[in-house]
């Protein structure tokens, strides 16, 4: 049988280089943050093929939108534009800019966020993350509450929760300094998936963990753990993969109907 708890050092170190790599890439280059957590304004817009990136930074340059005021990202054959906060006059001013430097181009619409909602949003996605592992904690210390100690289980489960959520952000961090991603309410939506997944595994494995337990007092409690871990890996794997197959599937639609 596969020895996961005595190589368990070995992943802690894969698990922590990748954290720690994750947090050279956000000190080196920070996220970017959506219009969602910062009041703005993103202007989708499909320019003629003509037209470059670096033109249109150049454009934005000239209406009065330069460097620090303005992040332009290519999606596609689209590009979103994000910018301070625009009143209706000043989209328009933007509008006709655009236009005289740049030609005729399909404007998407612009979408605003003032300051009130992008605090709002920001609170919501906390708030959202802390009490789910905080309903984590007291379902699992309820659930194992005839087990020794059945507070450490909740907490063994917080410290899986945050483990996950470390190396998301970890990977997220590192790819997006080198694709100029940036964090939206996608990414509160991803981070959510992750918990719901963890939260779903470690209920998982501790509720075999607590069965081999009682059916084996006298085994110890490290081979335990790894017998099931072992046996609930199977089904683990299933799970992800679906859900991956499910996330590529999506991805090609996109990219086909881009």
Request: include cysteine; hydrophobic fraction near 55%; glycine fraction near 6%.
């Amino acid at each position: 049988m596969i020895n996961i708890v005595g190589k368990r050092f070995w992943f802690f170190l894969a698990s922590g280089l990748v954290i720690l790599a994750g947090i050279v890439a956000l000190v080196v280059d920070p996220l970017q943050l959506g219009i969602e957590f910062h009041a703005g304004s993103e202007l989708t817009a499909a320019f003629p093929p003509t037209v470059t990136k670096a033109q249109i930074v150049q454009a934005l340059a000239d209406i009065g939108y330069g460097a620090g005021r303005a992040v332009v990202r290519q999606a596609g054959s689209d590009y979103i534009i994000d910018l301070p906060e625009l009143n209706d006059a000043q989209q328009a001013e933007l509008r006709t800019g655009l236009t005289d430097r740049l030609g005729k181009y399909d404007d998407k619409g612009i979408q605003r966020v003032s300051p009130a909602t992008a605090t709002e949003t920001t609170r919501n996605a906390a708030i959202a993350v802390a009490v789910s592992a905080v309903a984590m904690l007291l379902y699992i210390s309820w659930a194992f509450r005839r087990m020794p100690n059945p507070l450490r289980w909740g907490a063994a489960a917080i410290i899986s929760l945050l483990h996950c959520i470390l190396v998301t952000m970890g990977v997220f961090a590192i790819l997006a300094s080198l694709n100029s991603w940036r964090v939206d309410l996608l990414f509160v939506s991803a981070i959510l998936t992750v918990v719901g997944y963890s939260v779903n595994d470690t209920i998982v494995v501790f509720d075999r963990v607590r069965e081999a337990v009682r059916r084996y007092p006298g085994v110890d409690f490290e081979v335990l753990v790894n017998n099931s871990l072992v046996e609930t890996m199977g089904r683990s794997l299933n799970t992800g993969m679906c859900t991956l197959f499910a996330a590529i599937a999506l991805l090609l639609f996109v990219w086909s109907a881009l």
